[in-house]
T-cell receptor, first 115, second 110 residues
Framework: EAGVAQSPRYKIIEKRQSVAFWCNPISGHATLYWYQQILGQGPKLLIQFQNNGVVDDSQLPKDRFSAERLKGVDSTLKIQPAKLEDSAVYLC?????????????FGQGTRLTVV | SQQGEEDPQALSIQEGENATMNCSYKTSINNLQWYRQNSGRGLVHLILIRSNEREKHSGRLRVTLDTSKKSSSLLITASRAADTASYFCATGVDNNDMRFGAGTRLTVKP
């Protein structure tokens, strides 16, 4: 079974530039998450999708961050414009549909450096 | 906001010793999971415990859940150098949500 694929692995941009991350979840997984993990901290949930609908985006800075999951499969996360404090690893995870909690599979992440 | 808080923040032990990490949370949960993250890599699921369960085992791992105290513990027995990693608890309330704590950084010295 192929895992969660993310690209790019690394990205360096200047502040005020825009950047996009891509995630391909495990085939058949209905729920997809994007997390932001700043160095030394735990992952912070940015947005959760169920198929192509948003379940929770309460912690997504909507003035600069956007995410979509067209057709309920791949997802993209965009930052425009980037700030220095956006430097972090962006993790994508997916789970199959289920109730009461299910093991999540994580991608390797995209390490973003904003200079 | 993050749901769980792990304790201690860092733990250093010798190979062969047991390691215990704790997770406390603030609101009622449906389930709690533990994940491991090696340096520079993604998170790997270790074990899931549901709110109606009190204890689960998986190999050298033992997880307990006390819903009255809103806390969970992860015990790693007979630790190995390869267990060196950060360990996170993630709580789920509804709709398959997962919110992580700040983690415990475990170092196992050979």
């Amino acid at each position: 079974e192929a895992g969660v694929a993310q690209s790019p692995r690394y990205k360096i941009i200047e502040k005020r530039q825009s950047v996009a991350f891509w995630c391909n979840p495990i085939s058949g997984h209905a729920t997809l998450y994007w997390y932001q993990q700043i160095l030394g901290q735990g992952p912070k949930l940015l947005i959760q999708f169920q198929n192509n609908g948003v379940v929770d985006d309460s912690q997504l800075p909507k003035d600069r961050f956007s995410a979509e999951r067209l057709k309920g499969v791949d997802s993209t996360l965009k930052i425009q414009p980037a700030k220095l404090e956006d430097s972090a690893v962006y993790l994508c995870a997916s789970i199959s549909s289920g109730q009461g909690g299910t093991e999540a599979f994580f991608g390797q992440g995209t390490r973003l450096t904003v200079v | 906001s993050q749901q769980g808080e792990e304790d201690p923040q860092a733990l250093s032990i010798q190979e062969g010793e047991n390691a215990t990490m704790n997770c406390s949370y603030k609101t009622s949960i449906n389930n709690l999971q533990w994940y491991r993250q090696n340096s520079g890599r993604g998170l790997v699921h270790l074990i899931l415990i549901r709110s109606n369960e009190r204890e689960k085992h998986s190999g050298r791992l033992r997880v307990t859940l006390d819903t009255s105290k809103k806390s969970s513990s992860l015990l790693i027995t007979a630790s190995r150098a390869a267990d060196t990693a950060s360990y996170f608890c993630a709580t789920g309330v509804d709709n398959n949500d997962m919110r992580f704590g700040a983690g415990t950084r475990l170092t196992v010295k050979p």
